[in-house]
């Protein structure tokens, strides 16, 4: 799956920068189960990337990000 090559990718680069990391692998909508696991692992800070989409896309379907935003209760910060 090439989704658990990514996640181990990213999981490596970040152990590596001595941080407390935990992956996990979801399908599903990316909002719903970004804020569902947030609330099951009690995470108190989200870090997202912010990827151009655009306006019209963005208008229609919404972005991850702004949804992560809008539904969760805990800190999100949007690395450009």
């Known amino acids: ?4 090559k990514i996640l181990a990718e990213a999981k ?15 399908e599903g ?4 189960e970004i804020v569902r696991t947030t ?3 009690k995470i108190d800070l989200i870090v997202m990337g912010a990827r151009g989409v655009s306006r019209i896309k963005e208008l229609l379907l919404g972005s991850v990000s702004h949804g992560v935003c809008r ?4 800190s999100v ?3 450009k």
């Open 39 to 41: 609330k099951e692992e």
């Open 12 to 26: 490596h680069t970040v152990k590596k920068q001595k941080l407390l990391v935990k992956a996990v692998l979801k």
């Open 77 to 79: 910060m949007i690395v």
């Open 29 to 32: 909508d990316a909002v719903h």
């Open 71 to 74: 539904k969760t209760t805990c």
């Open 1 to 4: 799956r090439i989704g658990n």
